[in-house]
């Protein structure tokens, strides 16, 4: 069931698609697959429509945001590695004009000193960081109260 304000592009950037060979104490452990199926229950659950995409390059994640404001209402974003330095990406975010939150599975700030910088800062409602597979649902949680959206179900 999709209403007018309720559709949350969820993007996952760079090495995303490999998420289950990482670092299982830093990112979980889960696949991707696994995190997309919690955070659709999430979305459910909050009253949320969640879309979700994941690419290894820049550009196309580029290109991704440049259609977002025709698929979604708000953006959960999880860019890796290219929230550091991507200034392409934080202009693609910027022209969506769209409620967003800025998520990160581990807790950036305790890492290595690059990762404490993001290109999203100003941009995004909120930064949600080091709370594993549940930060998805606090950002998911934020963007609905943004949108209007009832919450719970």
Sequence with gaps: MT???NRVAVL???NF???ERRAPEIY???SLSELEMRIQRDARELGLEAIFFQTNSEGE???YLHRAPELADAIAINAGAWTHYSRAIADALELTRLPA???HLSEVESRQDWRRDSV????V???VSGRGPDGYRDALAILARELGVSGER
């Design 120 to 123: 999203f800062d100003g941009l």
């Design 17 to 19: 698609d490999v998420l």
């Design 125 to 127: 409602l909120a930064k």
């Design 101 to 103: 939150v800025e998520i």
């Design 12 to 14: 996952h950037g760079v």
């Design 28 to 30: 979980g452990g889960l």
């Design 61 to 63: 994640f580029a290109e």
């Design 3 to 5: 209403s007018a304000h």
